[in-house]
């Protein structure tokens, strides 16, 4: 299963053509995490046409799959915060949540 990241999702609403054979192309499922969702409809609802947008957004989830949250991916997300704050680095959650969800649930990330 290939994980889609916010930004292609973007780039397919905004109509790339790169994002749209990335899309065609791939044989495996292809998914997005709820937390891909979520930053999808915080775009559409802050944008000059929320009520467009969000039904754009609504159209493009009934052609991918949803992963929602489960323990292994918020164990995979406390692991990964941990580890990267001992190196000192930081990483917004919402990447951190993408990652986990990848890690656990998908053998591919696709990210611009």
Do not use: H, W
């Amino acid at each position: 299963m290939i994980l889609f990241d916010t930004d292609i999702c973007i780039g397919i609403l905004r109509g790339s053509v790169s994002v749209l054979s990335r899309r065609k192309t791939a044989d495996d499922e292809i998914a997005v995490s709820f937390m891909t969702v979520a930053e999808l409809y915080y775009g559409a609802l802050k944008s000059t046409n929320p009520d467009k947008n969000c039904r754009l957004v609504e159209q493009l989830l009934l052609t991918l799959r949803v992963i929602n949250s489960d323990m292994e991916i918020l164990k995979e997300f406390g692991k990964l915060k941990t580890d990267l704050e001992l190196e000192g680095n930081l990483l917004a959650d919402a990447d951190l949540f993408i990652a986990a969800t990848c890690i656990t649930k998908c053998n591919m990330l696709i990210t611009g």
